[in-house]
């Protein structure tokens, strides 16, 4: 009988050992009361101490391996140092012991991942327990942080609106598994809010104008819109107050500590005429929509009355929690007099505080960092120090969510005593280009971890904005809460494709190291918020002329034409994994989608110069390489038809699943305001064939016109032509979706073909 998979390298167990050393040794530096480095403690084959109180973990690898688990024993342990888990095996039998359940949970994964045994994904699980485990003497391995957050407020909003209590369950599954204890919890606020404004008197058919449709949820919770898509359904409402009560009741049962939503001041436009003496202000309308919203001055009596009776309401239906969040001014700027702009500052966080301790004392505070980088013109150092200066250090805790595009935390002394959580963003609108930056990662958190001035940095965040993209990066991620510097990329990667694929190779490995250059060592995709317009490609972005300056993707797309030729040369047995297969896939249109942007860039060059074979002749070669693409792509985890369906299923009446799929078509086009369109542009089957390309075949259009007229092309009416096309498109009935290749391999290997046989000299640029 075999010990571990027949692939097992043995330098698996010694490479684990030096990962436990290393991390260790970085948490011993730097977190107060740290346990030792290495511990070698008395046999946990003797230790059954609290294994009821981790059943929900023995519970959790049950599902997830689809079989009882009786080889390995869990054990919680009630101790009060950070957060730690130990391993061992003997006599064949698995034994894990740790001082938190989500500590207890990552510890058995990353194992389990070690020895080549598990991998669990959003895309899919591959599960090969052994039969029995080779003895490994008991180690034990501290966290980085204290607090391991994750999610993003419009993850809400770009990934989950349609997500059913099964699919919420895979997730909190997953969060366990990589050890997230401080959750960003979302759903089932309407639901409250629908009370509050009640009994301030807001009148349902005014709340009907109110509430923004499912899909722009987070962005009314923010104060951003309101009345965007709407009405929202009381039948969404309810759906999503129940939804919230089965999650935070699973967070609890991992002893996740989540973040939930309390009142930052924004109310509805009604209150301006309702409470005419209160200081409500009218804020700028965001991000190009045409209606302002409306914010609660914190220092006016109202302000407390509303906001303590929002978190009451709030606790008796979901429960007292510790983390509230409140982001008073996400994208939009505080209103602040010119000669007493630090006082206001001040006296804004000091309110917005107080409101929240007048009913939970010890609750403390969350915000997101974001306002600070993405609005730096207005948030100078003097004004960051001013807002804070009067909340509690141990009361407040900042996300600082964006340090894969901004520097806050340094320039701001760690927030100036402030607990403080450090992280990244990385997906940005649940946009999925296949991209990550591990080098980054890795080395941005160690500097953090050991700058002078980190302050009170007490967490790690991972906030993804939607999710589905690049797993790999995720996996990593959270890897390096725990892990730290020992997460060398190269080495992580022979464990990760071992744990996935359940096996590696000299040739697989060398292409995965082409992807990690290539690819994975990119920090922020740039081309998706590209002079102001959105979009992960160009194909994807509305069409325009401008685009003839964009000067291509980051990372090196001729080194990922070349790992991709190397993975479609394996033999057929390394090809043979639908891991595999759906990673191929992946890279693979990330690739042609790259390709098809040049070639958008020649056609539209070539109708402009006047040389409209050459631009008919560079049209051709991208429509095609546009529906091999979208055919590709269809076993793919999303697609625009299940983006659709899921909302659809959504309803429980043929109204409501038309007005869901209107909302969810919407969301991932034109979105809303002036400046937002493709900002959730996805990378799906039915987006490449019926949205981009017919979207980009009205403008090629109208240029071959001017050009066969010699007439020059008046951008403004096509601008107005392609805005009423997006508009036509949402009401349209989708046509089927393309067949996807029974053989992906060979599919792969077609479009590198055509890639190679449609390739412009880089002259005609």
């Known amino acids: 009988m075999h010990l571990f998979p027949m692939n097992l390298s043995p330098l698996n167990l010694s490479q684990f050992r030096r990962k436990v050393l290393a991390s260790c040794l970085l948490a011993g530096a730097l977190l107060t009361g740290c346990s030792p480095v290495v511990e070698q403690p008395q046999s946990l084959v003797a230790e059954q101490q609290n294994s009821a109180a981790a ?11 689809g079989q009882a688990v009786p080889h390995v024993h869990f054990s919680l342990v009630n101790d009060e140092l950070p957060d730690w888990y130990q391993v061992e095996a003997k006599s064949g039998q698995l034994y894990v012991s740790a001082n938190a359940l989500t500590a207890l949970s990552y510890g058995t994964y990353e194992y389990l991942r070690q020895i080549g045994a598990m991998s669990v994904s959003w895309e899919g699980n591959r599960v090969q327990l052994p039969q029995q485990f080779a003895d490994y003497p008991a180690e034990r391995v501290t966290a980085l942080f204290q607090q391991r957050a994750y999610l993003n407020v419009c993850a809400y909003g770009y990934t989950t609106p349609w997500w059913s209590w099964d699919r919420w369950q895979q997730e909190l599954d997953w969060m366990a598994l990589h050890g997230v204890n401080n959750p960003v919890a979302m759903e089932g606020q309407e639901y409250i809010w629908q009370q509050l404004w009640r ?8 709340l009907a104008a109110y509430f923004s449709g499912p899909a722009f949820t987070p962005w009314q919770r923010m104060g951003n819109i309101e009345g965007h898509e709407g009405p929202l359904p009381q039948a969404y409402i309810d759906k999503k107050h129940q939804l919230q009560k089965q999650i935070l009741q699973k967070m609890a049962s991992y002893d996740m500590k989540p973040v939930v939503p309390a009142f930052s001041g924004y109310v509805p436009e009604q209150f301006v005429k309702m409470f005419p003496d209160a200081r409500i202000i009218e804020m700028k309308a965001w991000s190009g929509f045409p209606k302002p919203t409306y914010w609660l001055d914190p220092a006016d009596p109202l302000f407390a009355k509303v906001a303590k009776r929002f978190i009451e309401l709030y606790n008796a239906e979901y429960g007292e929690q510790h983390y509230y969040l409140m982001d008073a001014f996400n994208e939009m700027l505080p209103p602040v007099s010119s000669d007493n702009r630090y006082q206001d500052l001040a006296g804004y966080g000091e309110a917005l505080y107080q409101s929240l301790a007048q009913v939970v004392p010890n609750a403390t505070w969350v915000m997101q960092g974001w306002m ?28 600082d969510i964006g340090n894969d595009r901004y520097d806050v935390w340094q320039g701001a002394k760690g927030f100036y005593g402030k607990q403080w959580v450090f992280g990244f963003i990385h997906n940005y609108g649940g946009s999925n280009p296949v991209y990550a930056d591990f080098d980054f990662y890795r080395e941005k958190t160690a500097y953090a971890l050991n700058h002078e001035e980190k302050g009170n940095l007490t967490g790690y965040g991972v906030f993804p904005e939607g999710i589905h993209g690049t797993s790999s990066a995720y996996e990593y991620m959270f890897d390096v809460a725990w892990q730290g510097q020992a997460t060398a990329p ?21 292409a995965w190291n082409k992807l990690y250059k290539a690819v994975l060592s990119t920090r922020y995709w740039d081309p998706r918020w590209w002079e102001g317009s959105a979009g992960a490609y160009l194909l994807f972005k509305r069409p325009s002329t401008e685009y003839l300056r964009s000067t291509g993707a980051p990372g090196d797309l001729a080194l990922l034409d070349q790992a991709l030729q190397q993975l ?8 043979s994994t639908a891991l595999f297969r759906y990673d191929l896939v992946d890279f693979s249109r990330h690739a042609v989608t790259q390709h098809i942007d040049m070639l958008l860039q020649h056609t539209a060059l070539a109708y402009q110069q006047g040389k409209v074979e050459q631009g008919d002749n560079f049209r051709r070669q991208a429509e095609q390489l546009i529906l091999g693409v979208d055919a590709l792509i269809g076993g793919q985890q999303e697609t625009l038809y299940s983006w659709v369906n899921d909302a659809r299923a959504y309803a429980d009446t043929p109204e409501l699943a038309a007005f869901y799929e209107r909302n ?47 007439k020059p092309l008046d951008t403004a009416a096509l601008e107005q032509r392609l805005i009423e096309w997006e508009n036509a498109w949402l009401d349209q009935q989708l046509p089927p979706a393309s067949t996807v290749p029974a053989d992906v391999v060979s599919a ?16 005609n640029l």
Do not use: C
Not at 568 to 575: D, H, I, M, R, T
């Open 568 to 575: 479609v040369a394996l033999p057929a047995k390394e090809q």
């Open 199 to 206: 009994e301030f008197g807001v009148s349902d058919e005014e």
């Open 748 to 763: 792969v290997k077609a479009l590198q073909q055509l890639v190679t046989a449609s390739k412009a000299p880089p002259s």
């Open 55 to 65: 059943e929900p973990v023995r519970q959790l690898f049950e599902r997830v391996a």
């Open 372 to 399: 600070f980088g993405s609005d730096r013109h207005f948030w100078d150092l003097e004004s960051i120090q001013a807002f804070l200066s009067r909340i509690p250090d141990d009361k407040m805790m900042i996300h």
């Open 664 to 710: 969810a078509r919407k969301q991932v086009t034109i979105w809303g305001g002036s400046s937002l369109k493709d900002y959730a542009s996805k990378a799906w089957q039915g987006m490449y064939a019926h949205f981009y390309l017919p979207r980009w075949q009205v403008f090629f259009d109208a240029q071959r016109q001017a050009a066969l007229s010699g």
């Open 490 to 510: 190269t080495e992580w990667l022979q464990q990760y494709l071992n744990a996935r694929y359940g096996s590696t190779s000299p040739a697989l490995l060398s």
